[in-house]
């Protein structure tokens, strides 16, 4: 079956505007994660959906990151005013049950390479 | 932040041999999981230890967990060179609502 899929898988943007990334999970995962990867780091956690609801967001840096997941499948990163230390990998993944239910094998997708000039 | 360290940071082998590859992490936890990502892009699982198993096995992977030393290692034996990338442990931390917190990963090359 189809994996996570995000898009754009490239992104190039200019400081000071505004993208969005979008995150498709597997069908049926009630569990979406974001995290971002910079160059030589492991991923960190930026936010994490149960269903429709943000029911972590503790990994946002600040109040120019948001993300929602309005019917509970597709999730939208959107961050606002970029700036330069934003470029990275933003990863997504979703897992079928997440929280503290079951064992929380997370899938990944692809990633989006976001550059900010 | 970054849960812990994985050790060594780089490691270069030939084809056939053995390679091994530990984390070390800070908090309790619900369970360990090791991912392989090609290229710097997306993430694979690899396999997923729970915190009351000390060894796990899946194929040529073996990871043992010592919860006292609060580490783990990652056995690869028989690498390959389609084993090349970069290895990274995660944990799930206990209290947490499932996120994982990935150390900087150990980047393997096997060499042909």
């Known amino acids: 079956g189809a994996g996570v899929s995000q898009t754009p898988s490239n992104k190039v943007t200019e400081k000071g505007k505004y993208v969005e990334l979008r995150c498709d999970p597997i069908s049926g995962h009630t569990a979406l994660y974001w995290y971002r990867q910079s160059l030589g780091q492991g991923p960190e956690f930026l936010i994490y959906f149960q269903g429709t609801g943000a029911a972590d967001d503790s990994g946002l840096p600040n109040d120019r990151f948001f993300a929602v997941r309005p019917e509970g499948s597709v999730s939208t990163l959107k961050i606002q005013r970029t700036e330069r230390g934003d470029s990275a990998v933003y990863l997504c993944?979703?897992?079928?049950?997440?929280?503290?239910?079951?064992?929380?094998?997370?899938?990944f997708g692809p990633g989006t390479r976001l550059t900010v000039l | 932040s970054q849960q812990g360290e994985e050790d060594p940071q780089a490691l270069s082998i030939q084809e056939g041999e053995n390679a091994t590859m530990n984390c070390s992490y800070k908090?309790?936890?619900?369970?360990l999981q090791w991912y392989r990502q090609n290229s710097g892009r997306g993430l694979v699982h690899l396999i997923l230890i729970r915190s009351n198993e000390r060894e796990k096995h899946s194929g040529r992977l073996r990871v043992t967990l010592d919860t006292s030393k609060k580490s783990s290692s990652l056995l690869i034996t028989a690498s390959r060179a389609a084993d090349t990338a970069s290895y990274f442990c995660?944990?799930?931390?206990?209290?947490?609502?499932?996120?994982?917190?990935f150390g900087k990963g150990t980047k393997l090359s096997v060499k042909p």
């Open positions: 995660a944990t799930d931390n206990l209290g947490s609502q499932g996120n994982l917190i």
């Open positions: 908090t309790s936890i619900n369970n």
């Open positions: 993944a979703s897992s079928l049950r997440g929280g503290r239910q079951g064992t929380n094998e997370q899938f």
